[in-house]
């Protein structure tokens, strides 16, 4: 059997159930809260409340997270001491400076958010102001006004 002969047949025989295949582009079907649904198309932001976030990784959340840092470091400091020549200090060492390792990360995960955050906001800020500077009235130029 020839090429085209086989194909034929198996294109015959191909299952023709249920609806055909469909393409859908980053959206959902509008029985599914698509295009159809409330507030489609609306970007709602809220700048204070990035700004707030940013706040509070900057005032709480990194300072808590240094201090907590911190304190690890004495009691691992003399149990490094207490346990010297013991493999137990060799690893308590590691398992530190691993944690210093942790702890510089999340700091800079928590740096990055910040930035990012307060980006945003002034981002989102600064576009509603030039789009509303946009809608403003044209001032006439005219030396002819009234006519």
Do not use: C
């Amino acid at each position: 059997m020839s090429f085209e002969e086989e194909w034929g047949r198996h294109g015959q025989t191909a299952p023709t159930d249920g609806p055909p295949p469909q393409m859908r582009l980053n959206q959902l079907p509008a029985d599914q809260g698509g295009s159809t649904a409330p507030g489609y198309g609306v970007l709602a932001t809220a700048p204070p409340e990035k700004k707030k976030a940013a706040n509070t990784i900057e005032n709480v959340l990194q300072p808590g997270t240094t201090k907590a840092a911190d304190a690890a470091d004495e009691p691992t400091k003399n149990a490094v001491k207490a346990f010297g020549g013991w493999e137990t200090a060799a690893g308590l060492t590691k398992a530190h400076a691993h944690w210093d390792d942790q702890v510089k990360r999340l700091m800079g995960r928590l740096d990055s958010e910040k930035t990012a955050l307060r980006g945003a906001s002034n981002l989102f800020t600064g576009n509603d102001q030039l789009t509303g500077r946009s809608f403003q009235p044209v001032q006439s130029q005219s030396k002819v006004d009234g006519i």
